[in-house]
């Protein structure tokens, strides 16, 4: 019976694996097909066929091609020539994808820059994006306005809405534009797969977002690997509440509905209340998640849709091992698809087989066909550990290192970088198992089991030394996330006084359950006495980013503070259960009044 489990087991990974590889093998750095052939090929195919659904309108994908194509008329008309950029700063909406896909027919490259910024991440990342014009609507406008004086140059402002002042009216502009295709041969002669389609930022979890350079060929690698790897087909149905703005919505989500046929359900932003009433009335076969969306799924009261629904499929990254346990035997979805990978990087991974809690697999059979490693890492330098030869050193089944992934020109393992380009070299490393060679550091800890399973740790940064151990914060939260009432959980290392390391600090957001006299005892049998949070604040919610990420930058910075934070602050007394930090507490710890 063991070996029959196995067996299927290594069906449904090698079929998977097929199924994705077939996909991405034509892909080609000096091809001259590029992403919006593809997308330009499947409206040929399905002319008819719903692709978008937002807010009760719905457009064919004729319908999606011949806005696309206003868009690339009015970029030439607007003498904006190939090899520029323009900006891009929406919320979803219906005309999104057809933005960036009608320019990059003119070989005009799109930054798509996170709606919810403002102020002088907004600012930066327009400065950084070399747009001389940005599209925006009525909602992201005001943003826009209030940072004009922060820019480096005039960038004209594009209002899909009433315009004022120096705004363009970009509603009226596009009704005198042609709805046919622009000549491809003479509007994408000589444009090649590894120029640039798109810059997407990073979600600046620990500072300004970098923008990651997005050529036609990665597009296609996102866009066909999710078309293959989650084997959609025409008759599914996308719940996409992720924003457009980043990878796993904008492209992996898009590419997954739109290139086999099927039909994308766009929704502004997520709501978890609304969530199975509207999966079910739409007909929805599939759900792209951020891990943060399936908790506070789990989160809710039992909803008499949340067993109603046809999802067959539920793909995307960062799903807890104990939600994933909710996702498939609470909700009864048909299957989870986990997969790993960063905006910018060269490594990709999927969870073809369902192992829970895994991101990935690399057989030692098939080890020579990835470009990925795993090497041995110093938590307190941040570096990898280098051996008397100087090379790396990779990590033996069941320890945690950085995973890394061989950069050479190919399509799979091709690393474009960033706009910038110290930024970009701060990401390769050289000389890594042989003179010369270079790797993508992916910035991420993991471990792999002996079946080559493959587990995402933490971020590197976000796990901290404190007495001698390393503390994994994703670990910590795993095991916070059991105790009654609790919510959400951030965790990070802050430093004390003088003391070696950084004592690991929980932000928790709680219910009414949550009783802090019972969180001692409960911490003292989960954790090892090295990974039990010395502080807890109580927040009423966590910042996240636009991509739901938790920033935890700021946090770091305030401590445990009770001058800073009016937030409940607690501290693990020794001997005792947590007390409240008070003036005199706070000082106390600070002249090394207590045995941490």
Known sequence: MRLQAKLKREWRFLKGLTRTLKRVKSIAPDSDNLICDDLEAAVDKWRDNPAITFEGKTITYAELDAIANRYAHWAKGQGITRGQTVALFMPNRIEYLAIWYGLSKVGVATALINNQLTGAALAHCLNISQALHCIVDPETSPCFEDVKDQLGRHIQQWVLGPAHGDQRDLVNALKSCSQLRPDRLTARDGLLAKDTALYIFTSGTTGLPKAARITHMRAQLYMRGFAGSTDSRASDRIYVTLPLYHATGGLCAMGAGLLNGGSIVLRKKFSATHFWSDVVSENCTMFVYIGELCRYLANQPENEFERAHKLRLIFGNGLRPDVWDDMLDRFKVGGVLEFYGATEGNVSLFNFDGRRGAIGRVPGYLKKKFNIRIVKFDVETETPVRGPSGCCIEVKPGEIGECIGHIASD???????????????????????????????????????????????????????????????????????????????????????????????????????????????????????????????????????????????????????????????????????????????????LAGGFKL
């Open 411 to 589: 399509a799979r393992s091709n690393f474009t970088g960033y706009a910038d380009k110290a930024a970009t070299e701060k990401k390769v490393l050289h000389d890594v198992f042989q003179k010369g060679d270079a790797w993508f550091r992916t910035g991420d800890l993991m471990r792999q089991d002996g079946d080559g399973y493959i587990y995402f740790v933490d971020r590197i940064g976000d796990t901290f030394r404190w007495k001698g151990e390393n503390v994994a914060t994703s670990e910590v939260s795993e095991r916070l996330a059991g105790f009654p009432g609790v919510k959400e959980i951030n965790v990070y290392g802050v430093p004390v006084g003088d003391l070696d390391g950084k004592a690991g600090m929980a932000s928790l957001v709680v219910g009414p359950e949550f009783a802090i006299d019972n969180l001692a005892e409960y911490v003292d049998r989960e954790m090892p006495a090295y990974a039990r949070p010395v502080f807890v604040r109580l927040q009423p919610e966590i910042e996240t980013t636009g991509t739901f990420k938790y920033r935890k930058i700021d946090l770091v910075k305030e401590g445990f503070d009770p001058a800073v934070i009016k937030d409940p602050l607690y501290f693990r007394e020794p001997g005792k259960g947590y007390v409240k930090v008070t003036k005199t507490v706070h000082a106390k710890i």
